[in-house]
């Protein structure tokens, strides 16, 4: 990357973001390089520019010249520029002049949407998604709001000629460089959660807030973001009091379990096992009584064979386990994964319930009594891919 020169624009450095990347499909380095700057007294806009890392074939060759070895005289003329008259006898001036840039290289997000930067906690500029990832903290009435929002861009059609004489031919670029981004590609803005006012929340849309923003750990925010994920941290932390560490994942790849399934908030939870065993245990809230829906003959097979060999064996198996809890459960709707997935707390609760009563268990369940090293507030969703 180069230092911009101040006659091409002026920079916001609170805004700079400077990092190597791998190109996922060359397998090659990369400088991406995010700032916000007056782009040709246009307004401030951020902009991100992003170029190859040229490694030299030779091992005498330095990449990077030597600040001592440049020479004393100026590489190249200065410009007759009005800021030449501020230069004194003892200034010894260093002019470059800016590179040559292509529209692919140069990714310009929208000026009107520029936010200020305190309502920003984490930004981000995902090269492989040519798209700006911003975290918005949008505090009204003493309610934290954080939201995202991405711009993204992708090619428009081949530039061709509207009109005769010259319809259907391609016309090359115009050489003001933001005119010939916006010709090549189409901005897209998308906001997540739709809807920031947290008083006009439908019910689903306050349940994401809710995961977004847990209840009780509200206040400071930071983190971190790549290719795949976004990680912060929120609440105050003051006299010790523990934060809440929120994982934002774009990876299929990902499978954490206890995350329930997306649809709409879950009512069920485990009260306890169903007297009919080939019913689900879920119990309904609101109705006040059992899941009606049958478990199949072939999973009622399979909880048996679970069940013996966990509790005869000392120590089992954690898969055998979770997949043990599940098939108390309907598939497709109470099951892990399913419409109103059972949460990971009622499911741990079913299997302290269901281990140390068998013969031998108490010891061999250690591993579920075991307290974790975070506090675990189950509030994790699986959105799906």
């Not at 598939?331 to 949460?343: D, E, K, L, P, T």
Request: aromatic letters at 12%; a positive charge.
């Amino acid at each position: 990357m180069w230092r911009k020169e101040y006659g091409e624009s002026f920079e916001d450095e609170r805004w700079t973001n400077l990092r190597h990347y791998m190109d996922e499909a060359t397998g090659k380095i990369g400088i991406a390089e995010s700032r916000k700057e007056l782009y040709s007294g246009r307004g401030y806009q951020r902009i991100c520019y992003t170029s190859n890392v040229v490694f030299s074939d030779s091992p005498d060759t330095p990449l990077i010249r030597p600040i001592t070895t440049m020479p004393s005289s100026h590489a190249y003329a200065l410009p007759d520029e009005p800021i030449l008259r501020l230069l004194r006898s003892d200034d010894h001036p260093y002019y470059f002049p800016p590179p040559l840039r292509f529209p692919e290289d140069v990714h310009p997000d929208n000026p009107d949407l520029l936010p200020r930067i305190s309502d920003v906690p984490l930004q981000y500029y995902s090269t492989s998604a040519t798209t700006f990832v911003d975290l918005f903290n949008s505090t009204t009435e003493g309610k934290q709001g954080l939201w995202l929002r991405v711009q993204s861009r992708q090619p428009r059609t081949p530039l061709y000629y509207p009109n005769y004489p010259k319809a259907g031919l391609l016309y090359p670029l115009l050489s003001d460089l933001l005119i010939a981004i916006k010709e090549m590609y189409q901005e897209r803005i998308c906001e997540w959660p739709p809807i920031h006012d947290q008083s006009k929340l439908s019910r689903d849309l306050d349940a994401i807030y809710k995961r977004l923003n847990p209840p009780n750990y509200l206040g400071v925010v930071n983190g971190t973001a790549d290719e795949r994920s976004i990680v912060y941290m929120t609440g105050s932390g003051e006299n010790d009091n523990p934060r809440a560490a929120v994982l934002m994942s774009f990876d299929p790849a990902i499978k954490l379990l206890g995350l329930k399934g997306w649809r709409r908030e879950s009512t069920a939870t485990f009260k306890g096992f169903n007297k009919n065993t080939s019913k689900c245990s879920a119990w309904l809230g609101k109705k006040d009584r059992y899941c009606k829906r049958s478990i199949i003959t072939a999973n009622q097979k399979r909880k048996a064979s679970l069940l013996q060999s966990i509790t005869r064996n000392r120590i089992h198996d954690r898969d055998e386990a979770e997949e043990l809890a599940g098939l108390y459960f309907c598939n497709g709707w109470h099951r892990s994964r399913g419409r109103y997935a059972i949460s990971s707390l009622d499911r741990r609760k079913l299997l302290w319930t269901l281990l140390p009563g068998a013969a031998d268990a108490s010891e061999a369940c250690w591993m579920w009594k075991a307290q974790p090293m975070y506090m675990d507030i189950c509030l994790g969703v699986y959105l799906g891919t």
